[in-house]
């Protein structure tokens, strides 16, 4: 009798432990693995836009760029990024750490509260490691080494990208936690956009002009090549944003909406300035365009409406459009414009948001706030959030920057660029050509 009781108890536990466990909401699985790889599609999407804007010698080196991430990142991630990013605090809140996310070991049966399993989770999240540094490399393409590059990603994703994430989106992240709903940052506005961006300035800066620049027209070698990045960087955005709802209902909706609705604003937006300033609309501006409305909106893609979306995208692009102009008269060498489009954009963004926010989410705030919560109180969170990203993205860099340099080297030699990235890296040819200019 003993016995039987004992085994009663054992299986009334089991079952109250099984209960206890969040079943798979197969709904919302089936859309978050959808996004990732939406958001994994982006990455051979910049490959194409990047290689089509350089000269036809660095082709193929340069869409290497993007595609060399997919394979270091990833690495990382499943190593140490995650725990890196999700993990709880360690060394005052600088990033995160647990043992049981080194290689994803301890979420083999993880589903989480909202019904997805870990690991889906974990790889969606993985992506936007994946595509970050990739951004960088269009703000120095046709000028570095590519060893020195792969170490130079490496380091910065340990470094750079792990700890913002951590800040921003980790549970226990302070940037998380500044004010009552935290500093907003939807997919990636900070951490992704402006951390990558303002990188890339620095590297500009540091690593100086290519060859030739600015007296020598550096002309993109294939246009059509960019519009089909373009498209597919586009598509892939949905899964960018809406997949940061993290669900398959209202939010993953609201965000979809605002994405293209940013897209469709910017690129008419860059088009018509375009026409007023210089006298023809051109392709090129049409991609830069849907790219500095998408930037725009990532941060803010799930707290404001369509027209808030569509303003903050025509804003943002006219401040894009202004920082691609005023680049050659600055003197400095953002090849891609990778500052001029996402860092600027990114930044637009993440402050801008703040006058579009939608009432629903205001009222929660000031609930969450226990009192009065107004747009301006938002406002000095999201200043704080954007200059934090900035500070440290700058110093850290700076210093990945000079050890690379210094113990592997990165800046290409006058020869090397002379012979092109795809000859001098990789001894092949993208196109097959034997004089390549």
Excluded at 175 to 182: E, I
Excluded at 234 to 242: C, D, E, S
Aim: with cysteine.
């Amino acid at each position: 009798m003993k016995k039987l009781a004992t085994l009663f108890g054992l299986l009334c536990v089991g079952i109250m432990s099984a209960s206890a466990q969040p079943e798979v909401d197969t709904g919302a699985t089936a859309w978050m693995l959808t996004s990732t790889a939406l958001v994994l599609l982006m990455v051979p999407g910049l490959a194409m836009f990047y290689g089509g804007l350089v000269r036809s010698k660095n082709v193929l080196g340069t869409m290497m760029h993007s595609f060399a991430a997919m394979g270091i990142m990833s690495v990382l991630w499943v190593t140490v990024g995650y725990s890196m990013c999700f993990g709880e605090n360690v060394l005052g809140g600088w990033f995160g750490w647990n043992s049981d996310f080194i290689f994803l070991k301890g979420i083999d049966n993880s589903i989480m509260a909202g019904g997805i399993p870990e690991y889906v989770f974990s790889m969606f999240q993985g992506k936007f490691a994946i595509i970050t540094p990739a951004l960088i490399a269009g703000a120095f393409a046709e000028r570095v080494k590519f060893r020195g590059y792969l170490v130079f990603i490496a380091l910065w994703g340990i470094m750079v990208y792990n700890p913002l994430c951590h800040w921003v989106w980790a549970e226990d992240g302070f940037l998380f936690n500044m004010g009552p709903k935290g500093a907003i940052d939807f997919a990636g506005g900070t951490v992704v956009h402006i951390s990558a961006g303002v990188s890339g300035l620095v590297a500009a800066l540091y690593l100086g002009v290519r060859r030739g620049y600015p007296k020598r027209q550096m002309k993109p070698n294939n246009l059509v090549m960019v519009m089909m990045g373009t498209g597919l960087l586009w598509v892939g955005w949905f899964g960018f944003n809406a997949g940061s709802s993290l669900s398959s209902g209202l939010a993953t909706a609201q965000a979809l909406t605002a994405t293209q609705a940013a897209a469709a604003a910017g690129a008419l937006t860059w088009i018509l300035i375009e026409g007023f300033h210089q006298g023809k609309m051109t392709a090129l501006g049409f991609a830069s365009g849907i790219l500095a409305g998408l930037v725009a909106v990532t941060p803010a893609a799930g707290v404001v409406q369509p027209m808030g979306a569509m303003a903050l995208a025509a804003a943002a692009t006219m401040v894009c459009y202004l920082m691609v102009i005023l680049k050659d008269k600055l003197g400095y060498d953002d090849s891609l414009d990778a500052f001029g489009i996402h860092g600027v954009g990114g930044i637009v963004g993440a402050i801008g948001l703040v006058f579009f926010i939608r009432d629903s989410w205001m009222a929660d705030a000031q609930a969450a706030a226990g009192g009065i919560w107004t747009m301006w109180d938002q406002l000095g969170i999201q200043l704080a959030a954007v200059g934090i990203a900035i500070a440290y993205a700058v110093v850290i860099t700076i210093i990945l920057l000079y050890l690379v340099e210094k113990f592997v080297g990165l800046k290409s030699s006058d020869e090397e660029e002379m012979q092109g990235l795809d000859h001098s890296y990789h001894g092949e040819r993208g196109y097959g050509m034997l004089n390549p200019n």
